[in-house]
């Protein structure tokens, strides 16, 4: 059955240093999303993206970060310069066009920012 | 705004024993309710969405707009049922708000 991936697994940062998290959404999918999950709180919506434009965004996204999807399999996050409390748990997922939009998710990256 | 609440961070049940995860949301449109399921150490999953009416590992939940609630329900709980179990509400653009989820330990 085919998943989302995401890469890396982990990830550690300075404060102030750009990361990129990359994601390779399910094939024939057409809805890319970005979540959060800061350590004992609820998962976050971030960001949507459809047809290469932004679809919706939380209030959270703000200038520091943006996505992008490069090429035809891969999605990223790009967060320009790290604060501390971006550590978190990122997930990635993707969902069809049309009917039932249900959103598959993918393992997650663990960013860590010091 | 949209919010989603799950009362109990913690239910512990035995085992073949029923089980009940309370789900209450809060939002102006129509609501596309979920429940994801996240097993130790994988990924979030999908366990059911209430437009489908499906019952899924003997899973089901019932949206109930009066009380704005979808809980989730099964009859006899199973230790492999053991996972954090979180709600979710979908609003426009197909944003997920979650709920902040329901640790559900069963014991042998």
């Known amino acids: 059955e085919p998943e989302v991936t995401q890469t890396p697994s982990h990830q550690v940062t300075q404060m102030g240093q750009e990361v990129i998290l990359r994601c390779v959404p399910i094939?024939?999918?057409?809805?890319f999303y970005w979540y959060r999950q800061i350590l004992g709180q609820k998962v976050e919506f971030l960001v949507s993206?459809?047809?290469?434009?932004?679809?919706?965004k939380s209030e959270i996204f703000d200038d520091q970060f943006s996505v992008e999807r490069p090429d035809g399999s891969n999605f990223t996050l790009k967060i320009r310069s790290t604060k501390l409390e971006d550590s978190a748990m990122y997930f990635c997922?993707?969902?069809?066009?049309?009917?039932?939009?249900?959103?598959?998710f993918g393992p997650g990256t663990r960013l860590l920012v010091l | 705004a949209q919010r989603v609440t799950q009362p109990e961070k913690l239910l512990s049940v035995f085992k073949g024993a029923p089980v009940e995860l309370k789900c209450n949301y809060s939002?102006?449109?129509?609501?596309?309710l979920f429940w994801y399921v996240q097993y130790s150490r994988q990924r979030l999953q999908l366990l059911l969405r209430h437009i489908s009416r499906e019952s899924i590992k003997g899973f089901t939940a019932d949206l109930n707009k009066g009380e704005t609630s979808f809980h989730l329900k099964k009859p006899f709980a199973q230790e492999e049922d053991s996972a954090m179990y979180y709600c979710a509400l979908e609003t426009s653009g197909s944003r997920l708000t979650f709920g902040e989820g329901t640790q559900l330990t069963v014991n042998p």
């Open positions: 993206f459809y047809n290469n434009e932004i679809s919706e």
């Open positions: 939002y102006s449109g129509s609501p596309e």
């Open positions: 094939s024939n999918h057409l809805y």
């Open positions: 997922a993707s969902s069809e066009v049309g009917g039932p939009k249900t959103q598959y």
